[in-house]
């Protein structure tokens, strides 16, 4: 198992932030397929959960990716950028099949609780694949500040 990091996290992007208590603001990561390919259990961190922000709603497109596939989309362990030895769960989309140029959306629950640490947003694959080299995926969360009462 590897992970992996989009070109955003790459880059060392800051994570974004929203100038008021309930704007909606989106994260996005992009990924090529290197040719070395894939294997079953590799991540890709796509990008990052601020602390104190919930996850609205999240998207993964992608383009053909040759032999079909399954992933979910979810949280890294521990924080944003952090150890290699991270694991990701499925909070979000939970399996979905990757092969035909689609769209992705949020299956799973959204419902997270706020943490006063920076998390990283993750891609896990889950089965066996070869996805085409080359071929693109993006993940775009949509987050907003966790408000409290009205």
Partial sequence: MAIFQSAQVRANLPLPSANSATEVIACVGDFTIPATGLLTGDILEMGGLPAGYV???A???HSILGSAFTAGLGLLTGDYRGAP???CGTEFIAAATFQAAAVK???AGGRIAPTTNDRG???VIS???TPTPGGTVRVTVL???QSEGV
């Fill in 55 to 57: 996850v609205v709603d």
């Fill in 59 to 61: 998207l993964v497109d």
């Fill in 85 to 87: 030895n991270r694991t």
């Fill in 105 to 107: 959306r949020l299956t």
């Fill in 121 to 123: 947003i993750g891609l």
């Fill in 127 to 129: 089965s066996t694949l």
């Fill in 143 to 145: 987050l907003r500040p």
